[in-house]
C-alpha cells in the first residue's frame, strides 16, 4: 500500500495513525464480509446493511458506491484518486450528489473491497453513506471563506464525522439520520432541512462561549417537513451528550412498522416538539457530564487542521477582458464567483450543469485537469456543493482569467450558478430502483430550453430541482420550481410545485396545477418563468414573486394560457 | 443455541421459564418482566439466581426499580435491523448500574458483536452451527473507536479510545 494522503496547504483535516488505522481495519472488516457474502455464507439480507454501511448499493443494473467527502472538503490528491477509481472500477467517470457526496455506479462486488482500499490510501472511506446510521454530515460549501461566516462550521463537521463513525449505539436506527451544520446566518447547507441542524454560534445569552443552536425533525420525502427548534444554545462541551440525547431518544421511540414513517421527523411530529424534547432533556440532564464532555483541547486540536491557507496580503483585481470574451467572461464572473473574507481572494464555483448535460456528472479526466487547477490555483483544495458543483475556495482574482479560460477548455464554465440550468436532479429511473421517473432526461431538456446565458441572467437567480420519486433526493420540495415524477397508470408524468427553498426561511413549495408529461415539463416552466417576467417587481427574485404573488396566481394564469 | 462470552463458547447455566410453568428448584431461571413484577414476593423467598428478560419494546427503565436480586438481564433482538436493544443494554450497565450479566438474543450478527459488547453486552446466543471464529474475528476487528465504550475503553482523547482488547 503506497499511502498519499492529502499534501500541499489544502485546510483538510489530516488523519493520523488511529484515524488510518481504523478506516484500514473498516477495508479489512469489509473485505472479509464481501468474501463472505460471495462464497454464500452471509444472505443477500443479511449483507445488506452491512455493504450499506459502506456505501454499496445495489441498484438497477450494477452494484453503486458512494464515496463520503466528509462536509465536501477534498485535497488534489484525493481528487486524482476519486478519477482513477472512476477509470479503474467505473467507466471512466463519477457523479457528484446533493448530499456532497460522490457515487460510482458500476462498481462490481468482487472489486468494491479494492475500491475502498484505495480510498483508504488517501484517507477516504464510504463508512456511512447509507445505511440506517447517522450520515456524512453536511455544511456549507464556502464554509472557512464566506464572507458572511460567524463561525467556522467545519471543526464541528470533523468532530460529528468521528463521533458518528461506527458509533455502537446508534449503527441501527429506525432510518437514516442526516445532520447539516452551518457557521453563516445565510443557510447554505438547508440545516432546516435535515434530522438535525446546527448552526455555529457564539451564546446569544452573551457568555461568550461557542456552541450551536440546534434544529431537529425537518427532512423532505414522502412527508416533507421543515426543521423544529430544539435549543436555541448548547454550549460545545455539551454537544455530543445532546445529540446523544436526542439519537437515544429517537433510537429508543421511532416507529420501527413502517419505513416510511421511521425517520425523526415523523417521531417529533407524533410526539409534538413539546414531548419530544421533555424527553430528550431528560437524557441530556443525565448524559451531560465529564463522561460525554467536549474537551476544549480537542476541539482546539482538531481546529489547528483548519488554520486558514497562507494567503497573499491582496490577491489582487478581475482583470478586464477585451474583444469577444469580455461579455462571457463578465457573465461567468457574475454567476459563478463570489468574494470571500480574504482580499482580492475568490471562491470560484465550477458548474457541473453544461447545457443538456447530467447535473453532477465529470469525468475521471476532468477531475484529474481540476486536481491541477487546484493546485495551481487553489492551494490544492477543492468542495463540492449540495448543488452538484465544485468550488475552488481560494483563487486570486487577478488569475480569474487564466482560471475562467481552463475551466472553459474543460466544459466546467457554464455561466449558471445558481440559475435556470443549475438543475439539481436526483439518478431517477436511469440508475435508482425506487424512481417513478427519470429525472435525468429532464433536466437535460430543461438546461437545453434555457441554455442561453443571456436569458438566464436576465431571469436571475431559480433553482430547479428534480426528483424521480417521492423520497426527493433531488430535493424538488424545496426547489423554487419542484418536479416530482410520479407514475400514473405506467406512465412517467411530473408534478410542478412552486415556491420552495431551502434557506433560513425554508417552506416547502406548493403544488402549481396537475402532473404533466416529460414532454410538456420544458414549456410548463418556460410559461411559469413568463408569468414571473412579466409580472416581477424591479429586482424581485422569482421565490419572491412566487411568495408575493401567491401559488394560486401562477395556478390561475397557466389556466388561462392554455 | 451456542452461547459465547468473550468470542468463547460457554455453558448456559439458565434455562428460561414460561409464565404459566413453575420454577425450578435449582439453578438460573430467566423469566418475563411482567412476572419479575407480578410475583415479586414470592421471588424474594426463592434463592436461586435471577434472571428476567426483557422486551425488545421496553427500555430499560421499566425494569430499573427491579433489579434488586436480579443477576442475568435477557435483551431481544426481534431482527438484527432493529438497534433498540443497544440503547436498552446502554442504559442497564452506565445509567441504572447493573452489575450483573447482559444477554443478547434473537437476530444479531457477528458483525454487530463488537458494538454488543461496546454497548455492554456480555453474552450472546448465536444460530445453531455458526462459526464461532467468525464472531471471534468480529470481535477484533476495530482496536479503536471515537465513542466511549461501556466498560472497558482507554482515552487517547474524548474522541479517540483504544479498545481494550488491543493491547
Same mark, same amino acid.
Given at each position: 500500500?503506497?499511502?498519499?494522503?492529502?499534501?500541499?496547504?489544502?485546510?483538510?483535516?489530516?488523519?493520523?495513525?488511529?484515524?488510518?488505522?481504523?478506516?484500514?481495519?473498516?477495508?479489512?472488516?469489509?473485505?472479509?464480509?464481501?468474501?463472505?457474502?460471495?462464497?454464500?455464507?452471509?444472505?443477500?439480507?443479511?449483507?445488506?446493511?452491512?455493504?450499506?454501511?459502506?456505501?454499496?448499493?445495489?441498484?438497477?443494473?450494477?452494484?453503486?458506491?458512494?464515496?463520503?467527502?466528509?462536509?465536501?472538503?477534498?485535497?488534489?490528491?484525493?481528487?486524482?484518486?476519486?478519477?482513477?477509481?472512476?477509470?479503474?472500477?467505473?467507466?471512466?467517470?463519477?457523479?457528484?450528489?446533493?448530499?456532497?457526496?460522490?457515487?460510482?455506479?458500476?462498481?462490481?462486488?468482487?472489486?468494491?473491497?479494492?475500491?475502498?482500499?484505495?480510498?483508504?490510501?488517501?484517507?477516504?472511506?464510504?463508512?456511512?453513506?447509507?445505511?440506517?446510521?447517522?450520515?456524512?454530515?453536511?455544511?456549507?460549501?464556502?464554509?472557512?471563506?464566506?464572507?458572511?461566516?460567524?463561525?467556522?462550521?467545519?471543526?464541528?463537521?470533523?468532530?460529528?464525522?468521528?463521533?458518528?463513525?461506527?458509533?455502537?449505539?446508534?449503527?441501527?436506527?429506525?432510518?437514516?439520520?442526516?445532520?447539516?451544520?452551518?457557521?453563516?446566518?445565510?443557510?447554505?447547507?438547508?440545516?432546516?432541512?435535515?434530522?438535525?441542524?446546527?448552526?455555529?454560534?457564539?451564546?446569544?445569552?452573551?457568555?461568550?462561549?461557542?456552541?450551536?443552536?440546534?434544529?431537529?425533525?425537518?427532512?423532505?420525502?414522502?412527508?416533507?417537513?421543515?426543521?423544529?427548534?430544539?435549543?436555541?444554545?448548547?454550549?460545545?462541551?455539551?454537544?455530543?451528550?445532546?445529540?446523544?440525547?436526542?439519537?437515544?431518544?429517537?433510537?429508543?421511540?421511532?416507529?420501527?412498522?413502517?419505513?416510511?414513517?421511521?425517520?425523526?421527523?415523523?417521531?417529533?411530529?407524533?410526539?409534538?416538539?413539546?414531548?419530544?424534547?421533555?424527553?430528550?432533556?431528560?437524557?441530556?440532564?443525565?448524559?451531560?457530564?465529564?463522561?460525554?464532555?467536549?474537551?476544549?483541547?480537542?476541539?482546539?486540536? !482538531?481546529?489547528?487542521? &483548519? *488554520?486558514?491557507?497562507?494567503?497573499? $496580503? +491582496?490577491? @489582487?483585481?478581475?482583470? =478586464?477582458?477585451?474583444?469577444?470574451?469580455?461579455?462571457?467572461?463578465?457573465?461567468?464572473?457574475?454567476?459563478?464567483?463570489?468574494?470571500?473574507?480574504?482580499?482580492?481572494?475568490?471562491?470560484?464555483?465550477?458548474?457541473?450543469?453544461?447545457?443538456?448535460?447530467?447535473?453532477?456528472?465529470?469525468?475521471?479526466?476532468?477531475?484529474?485537469?481540476?486536481?491541477?487547477?487546484?493546485?495551481?490555483?487553489?492551494?490544492?483544495?477543492?468542495?463540492?456543493?449540495?448543488?452538484?458543483?465544485?468550488?475552488?475556495?481560494?483563487?486570486?482574482?487577478?488569475?480569474?482569467?487564466?482560471?475562467?479560460?481552463?475551466?472553459?477548455?474543460?466544459?466546467?464554465?457554464?455561466?449558471?450558478?445558481?440559475?435556470?440550468?443549475?438543475?439539481?436532479?436526483?439518478?431517477?429511473?436511469?440508475?435508482?430502483?425506487?424512481?417513478?421517473?427519470?429525472?435525468?432526461?429532464?433536466?437535460?431538456? !430543461?438546461?437545453?430550453? &434555457? *441554455?442561453?446565458?443571456?436569458?438566464? $441572467? +436576465?431571469? @436571475?437567480?431559480?433553482? =430547479?430541482?428534480?426528483?424521480?420519486?417521492?423520497?426527493?433526493?433531488?430535493?424538488?420540495?424545496?426547489?423554487?420550481?419542484?418536479?416530482?415524477?410520479?407514475?400514473?397508470?405506467?406512465?412517467?408524468?411530473?408534478?410542478?410545485?412552486?415556491?420552495?427553498?431551502?434557506?433560513?426561511?425554508?417552506?416547502?413549495?406548493?403544488?402549481?396545477?396537475?402532473?404533466?408529461?416529460?414532454?410538456?415539463?420544458?414549456?410548463?416552466?418556460?410559461?411559469?418563468?413568463?408569468?414571473?417576467?412579466?409580472?416581477?417587481?424591479?429586482?424581485?427574485?422569482?421565490?419572491?414573486?412566487?411568495?408575493?404573488?401567491?401559488?394560486?396566481?401562477?395556478?390561475?394564469?397557466?389556466?388561462?394560457?392554455? | 443455541?451456542?452461547?459465547?462470552?468473550?468470542?468463547?463458547?460457554?455453558?448456559?447455566?439458565?434455562?428460561?421459564?414460561?409464565?404459566?410453568?413453575?420454577?425450578?428448584?435449582?439453578?438460573?431461571?430467566?423469566?418475563?418482566?411482567?412476572?419479575?413484577?407480578?410475583?415479586?414476593?414470592?421471588?424474594?423467598?426463592?434463592?436461586?439466581?435471577?434472571?428476567?428478560?426483557?422486551?425488545?419494546?421496553?427500555?430499560?427503565?421499566?425494569?430499573?426499580?427491579?433489579?434488586?436480586?436480579?443477576?442475568?438481564?435477557?435483551?431481544?433482538?426481534?431482527?438484527?435491523?432493529?438497534?433498540?436493544?443497544?440503547?436498552?443494554?446502554?442504559?442497564?450497565?452506565?445509567?441504572?448500574?447493573?452489575?450483573?450479566?447482559?444477554?443478547?438474543?434473537?437476530?444479531?450478527?457477528?458483525?454487530?458483536?463488537?458494538?454488543?459488547?461496546?454497548?455492554?453486552?456480555?453474552?450472546?446466543?448465536?444460530?445453531?452451527?455458526?462459526?464461532?471464529?467468525?464472531?471471534?474475528?468480529?470481535?477484533?476487528?476495530?482496536?479503536?473507536?471515537?465513542?466511549?465504550?461501556?466498560?472497558?475503553?482507554?482515552?487517547?482523547?474524548?474522541?479517540?479510545?483504544?479498545?481494550?482488547?488491543?493491547?
Amino acid at each position: 500500500m503506497t499511502h498519499v494522503g492529502p499534501v500541499g496547504h489544502a485546510a483538510i483535516y489530516r488523519y493520523d495513525d488511529f484515524d488510518r488505522r481504523f478506516v484500514q481495519e473498516r477495508v479489512n472488516q469489509f473485505r472479509d464480509q464481501a468474501d463472505r457474502r460471495l462464497a454464500g455464507e452471509l444472505t443477500e439480507d443479511e449483507f445488506k446493511p452491512l455493504r450499506l454501511m459502506n456505501g454499496l448499493y445495489l441498484q438497477l443494473h450494477a452494484y453503486m458506491l458512494r464515496v463520503a467527502i466528509p462536509y465536501g472538503v477534498l485535497s488534489s490528491p484525493q481528487l486524482r484518486a476519486l478519477a482513477e477509481i472512476g477509470r479503474k472500477y467505473d467507466k471512466g467517470y463519477g457523479h457528484f450528489t446533493t448530499r456532497q457526496n460522490l457515487q460510482f455506479n458500476w462498481i462490481k462486488l468482487e472489486e468494491a473491497a479494492d475500491a475502498l482500499q484505495a480510498l483508504a490510501d488517501v484517507d477516504m472511506h464510504a463508512i456511512q453513506t447509507s445505511g440506517n446510521c447517522v450520515r456524512n454530515v453536511t455544511t456549507d460549501q464556502f464554509a472557512g471563506v464566506a464572507a458572511d461566516e460567524a463561525e467556522d462550521p467545519r471543526v464541528y463537521a470533523e468532530i460529528l464525522r468521528q463521533w458518528s463513525s461506527l458509533h455502537p449505539e446508534f449503527s441501527y436506527l429506525p432510518r437514516k439520520f442526516k445532520i447539516a451544520i452551518t457557521g453563516s446566518p445565510n443557510d447554505r447547507a438547508a440545516i432546516k432541512l435535515h434530522d438535525v441542524g446546527l448552526r455555529v454560534l457564539r451564546d446569544p445569552a452573551g457568555s461568550g462561549k461557542l456552541g450551536a443552536e440546534v434544529w431537529v425533525g425537518g427532512g423532505q420525502g414522502r412527508a416533507p417537513f421543515v426543521a423544529k427548534l430544539g435549543r436555541a444554545f448548547v454550549p460545545e462541551e455539551d454537544l455530543l451528550a445532546y445529540l446523544e440525547a436526542i439519537l437515544r431518544v429517537y433510537n429508543a421511540y421511532g416507529r420501527r412498522d413502517n419505513m416510511q414513517k421511521a425517520r425523526i421527523k415523523i417521531l417529533v411530529h407524533e410526539l409534538g416538539i413539546t414531548e419530544f424534547l421533555r424527553r430528550v432533556d431528560e437524557e441530556f440532564e443525565r448524559l451531560k457530564g465529564p463522561r460525554y464532555r467536549l474537551d476544549e483541547a480537542v476541539v482546539a486540536d !482538531i481546529r489547528r487542521h &483548519f *488554520a486558514p491557507v497562507p494567503y497573499d $496580503a +491582496d490577491g @489582487g483585481a478581475t482583470p =478586464v477582458l477585451s474583444g469577444d470574451e469580455a461579455t462571457a467572461f463578465a457573465r461567468w464572473r457574475a454567476a459563478n464567483v463570489v468574494d470571500t473574507r480574504a482580499p482580492g481572494y475568490v471562491a470560484v464555483t465550477l458548474s457541473l450543469k453544461p447545457a443538456g448535460g447530467i447535473p453532477g456528472d465529470m469525468t475521471s479526466d476532468q477531475m484529474d485537469a481540476v486536481a491541477d487547477l487546484a493546485d495551481k490555483h487553489s492551494f490544492s483544495e477543492i468542495r463540492v456543493t449540495h448543488a452538484q458543483n465544485l468550488v475552488l475556495p481560494y483563487v486570486r482574482a487577478a488569475e480569474l482569467a487564466d482560471v475562467w479560460r481552463a475551466l472553459d477548455k474543460l466544459k466546467l464554465a457554464e455561466p449558471n450558478i445558481g440559475l435556470t440550468g443549475d438543475i439539481i436532479a436526483c439518478p431517477g429511473l436511469d440508475y435508482c430502483s425506487l424512481a417513478n421517473a427519470r429525472s435525468i432526461p429532464l433536466a437535460q431538456a !430543461i438546461s437545453e430550453k &434555457f *441554455a442561453d446565458p443571456a436569458r438566464q $441572467a +436576465d431571469i @436571475g437567480e431559480l433553482h =430547479v430541482k428534480i426528483s424521480g420519486c417521492i423520497n426527493a433526493c433531488g430535493h424538488h420540495h424545496v426547489g423554487h420550481i419542484g418536479i416530482l415524477g410520479v407514475d400514473k397508470k405506467g406512465a412517467e408524468t411530473y408534478q410542478i410545485t412552486l415556491g420552495g427553498r431551502a434557506d433560513l426561511d425554508a417552506a416547502i413549495g406548493e403544488i402549481a396545477g396537475p402532473a404533466v408529461d416529460a414532454e410538456q415539463v420544458p414549456a410548463v416552466i418556460e410559461k411559469i418563468i413568463e408569468i414571473y417576467l412579466r409580472e416581477r417587481s424591479p429586482g424581485e427574485r422569482f421565490v419572491d414573486a412566487v411568495a408575493r404573488l401567491g401559488v394560486k396566481h401562477f395556478k390561475e394564469s397557466l389556466r388561462a394560457a392554455d | 443455541m451456542p452461547l459465547i462470552e468473550q468470542g468463547e463458547i460457554v455453558a448456559d447455566a439458565w434455562v428460561e421459564v414460561a409464565d404459566d410453568a413453575a420454577l425450578p428448584a435449582e439453578g438460573g431461571a430467566i423469566i418475563s418482566l411482567a412476572r419479575r413484577i407480578a410475583e415479586a414476593e414470592t421471588l424474594r423467598g426463592r434463592n436461586q439466581p435471577l434472571g428476567v428478560r426483557i422486551p425488545p419494546a421496553t427500555r430499560a427503565e421499566a425494569l430499573a426499580e427491579h433489579l434488586d436480586g436480579v443477576q442475568l438481564v435477557v435483551v431481544d433482538f426481534p431482527k438484527f435491523r432493529d438497534g433498540r436493544g443497544f440503547t436498552v443494554a446502554r442504559d442497564l450497565k452506565e445509567r441504572f448500574g447493573f452489575k450483573g450479566v447482559v444477554r443478547a438474543v434473537g437476530h444479531v450478527l457477528p458483525d454487530q458483536y463488537g458494538f454488543l459488547v461496546r454497548c455492554g453486552v456480555d453474552q450472546v446466543v448465536i444460530p445453531e452451527g455458526a462459526k464461532v471464529e467468525t464472531w471471534r474475528a468480529a470481535l477484533d476487528s476495530f482496536t479503536g473507536a471515537y465513542q466511549t465504550s461501556v466498560g472497558d475503553d482507554r482515552p487517547l482523547s474524548p474522541l479517540k479510545r483504544l479498545l481494550n482488547k488491543a493491547g
